[in-house]
C-alpha cells in the first residue's frame, strides 16, 4: 500500500487446512523497508507514523479479542516497535517516542527512549489482583509529560461510573524533571480502590532533601480532588530550593514540614484557589538572602526587607542584607488558597519577629501583622562590663541588676524598644505601615 501500509504472512499447510501462523504489518514511513525474509512466529507491528494513540490501539486489542481462539492463538501479537514524533498513552503525550515492546511469560517488556522518558517497563495485563493492570517501570529519565489537548482529568482516569481507569503503578526514576530541573528522585506506589486512586507512597528525594507523602485521588468526573499526608524533610534549604530553580534565597536552614494537603484536580496539576490543608513548619539556623519580595515572592516576605526601606527606622543591619535566624517555627492553616496563622515566629540573634495574618498563594497578596523585637541583651550586657572596669561595685551592681530585670520581667528592655507593622498589598510591592501588635499565641523566645 505503498507508505501506507506493507503486510507481510506466513500460511502454514498440513492435514487440517491452512493456517495464517505469522503476521508482521509496517505502517508508515517503515512500510517500504519491510524485510519479509524472516518473519518469527504470531503477530508483529512495526510503526513509522507522524502520531500514535496508544490508548486507541488498546480499546481495538480488547474489541478484537473476540474472534475464534484458534486465531487467536495463532495469531497473538508478539511484539511491537514504534518510532514517532508524538504518542499518546493514558491521556499525556510524549514526544520524539521509540518504544521496543515484547510478550515475555504474558507480560509485555517496553524498552522506552524518548524526550520526556527513557528507561525499562513491564505492564502485565487485567487482573483479579489488578483489575486495570499494572506497570512497573525503572526508568533513567521521567519528565511530566503535557496532557493530551482536550483530555479531561476525568476522562483520564476515571471511568463512566466514576470508577479509576488508572492501572497498578510502580515507578521509579533516578532523575525527574520538571521545567527543564532535576528535582531528583522519584518514587511512585499507586493503584486504583473503590472508585479513587490511592498513593501508597510518593517520593522525591536529592541531596539536600525530600519530600514523602501518601494519599488518594478521587477522579470522579467534575469533582477531582487530590489529598496528601505530607512530610518534608530538608538538610540544606538553600540547596533544596536551588532544585527548584529559586537558588540565592536562603542558605542553610534545615527544615521539616508536616501535614495535610488537598486540592481540586489531579496530582500533576497543582491548584492554588482550591487548596486546603493544614501544616506545621520548623526551621533550624539560616540565613535570608538579600533578595527583592518580587523575585524570592514568598521567601521575600518573610525575609522583611521591605521593613527598612518603607518605615523611617533604622532596621538595616537586621534585614538589609538579610535576616539571619536560629529558627523559624509555627502552624499554618490554609483555606481555599489563602494561608494563616496567628503563631508563626522567628529567632535570631538581632530580633526575634512574630507574624500573624493571611497570605493568599494565588494573587500574590498578603495581609499581615508582624511584631520586630530586636535584642538588645548583649548590648546591656557590654555597657555593664565597661562600666565594671571603671567602677567594679557599681558595675557588678547594673550587671546583675540587668540580667535579673531581662529574666524577672521578660526581657522589659526589648519589649521597650519592639515596634509593630502591618503589612499589605501584593508581594512584589509590599505596603507597610506602623500598626497593632500581632496576636499571636506566644511571644518569640530564644
Wanted: aromatic share 6%; proline share 5%.
Amino acid at each position: 500500500m505503498g507508505d501506507v501500509a506493507r503486510i507481510a504472512g506466513h500460511r502454514r499447510v498440513d492435514r487440517s487446512g491452512a493456517h495464517l501462523d505469522r503476521l508482521v504489518v509496517a505502517l508508515g514511513r517503515g512500510a517500504r523497508a519491510l524485510d519479509t525474509r524472516n518473519i518469527a512466529p504470531g503477530l508483529w507491528i512495526r510503526a513509522e507514523l507522524p502520531e500514535f494513540d496508544v490508548d486507541q490501539w488498546l480499546a481495538v486489542r480488547r474489541d478484537g479479542n473476540a474472534g475464534s481462539a484458534q486465531g487467536a492463538d495463532e495469531l497473538a501479537l508478539k511484539g511491537v516497535d514504534i518510532d514517532t514524533p508524538l504518542l499518546s498513552a493514558f491521556g499525556r503525550n510524549f514526544t520524539a517516542m521509540k518504544v521496543n515492546a515484547r510478550v515475555v511469560q504474558d507480560e509485555w517488556k517496553l524498552d522506552l527512549a524518548g524526550q520526556e522518558i527513557a528507561g525499562a517497563a513491564t505492564w502485565s495485563a487485567p487482573s483479579d489482583a489488578a483489575p486495570n493492570g499494572r506497570i512497573v517501570a525503572r526508568l533513567a529519565r521521567l519528565t511530566t509529560p503535557a496532557a493530551k489537548p482536550g483530555a479531561a482529568g476525568a476522562h483520564a482516569g476515571a471511568s463512566a461510573d466514576g470508577a479509576s481507569s488508572w492501572p497498578e503503578l510502580d515507578v521509579a526514576a533516578e532523575s525527574f524533571q520538571s521545567k527543564g530541573r532535576d528535582l531528583g528522585r522519584l518514587e511512585l506506589l499507586a493503584r486504583p480502590r473503590r472508585g479513587e486512586w490511592r498513593i501508597e507512597r510518593l517520593v522525591l528525594a536529592n541531596d539536600a532533601g525530600r519530600v514523602e507523602a501518601s494519599g488518594a485521588w478521587r477522579a470522579a468526573a467534575r469533582n477531582e480532588q487530590t489529598s496528601l499526608e505530607v512530610l518534608l524533610d530538608v538538610k540544606d534549604g538553600g540547596g533544596y530550593l536551588a532544585h527548584f530553580g529559586h537558588a540565592g534565597l536562603v542558605q542553610g536552614a534545615p527544615t521539616k514540614i508536616t501535614g495535610q494537603l488537598a486540592w481540586a484536580g489531579d496530582p500533576s496539576e497543582f491548584d492554588y484557589p482550591s487548596l486546603s490543608g493544614s501544616f506545621r513548619m520548623d526551621v533550624g539556623a539560616g540565613r535570608f538572602v538579600k533578595v527583592e519580595p518580587g523575585i524570592g515572592k514568598l521567601l521575600g516576605v518573610l525575609s522583611l526587607q521591605a521593613l527598612p526601606r518603607r518605615i523611617s527606622l533604622d532596621f538595616r543591619d537586621i534585614f538589609t542584607e538579610g535576616f539571619t535566624f536560629d529558627r523559624v517555627s509555627g502552624n499554618v492553616r490554609i483555606a481555599r488558597g489563602v494561608m494563616s496563622s496567628d503563631d508563626l515566629r522567628m529567632v535570631g540573634p538581632s530580633a526575634q519577629i512574630a507574624i500573624a495574618g493571611d497570605t493568599d498563594l494565588a494573587q500574590e497578596t498578603q495581609n499581615l501583622r508582624v511584631r520586630v523585637q530586636p535584642t538588645l541583651s548583649a548590648g546591656v550586657s557590654a555597657g555593664a562590663a565597661l562600666m565594671f572596669l571603671a567602677n567594679p561595685v557599681v558595675g557588678a551592681a547594673v550587671g546583675a541588676g540587668s540580667l535579673l530585670a531581662q529574666k524577672v520581667l521578660r526581657d522589659p528592655i526589648e519589649q521597650i524598644f519592639s515596634y509593630n507593622y502591618v503589612v499589605t498589598g501584593s508581594w512584589s510591592d509590599p505596603h507597610v505601615t506602623r500598626g497593632a501588635a500581632p496576636a499571636t499565641q506566644a511571644t518569640a523566645k530564644p
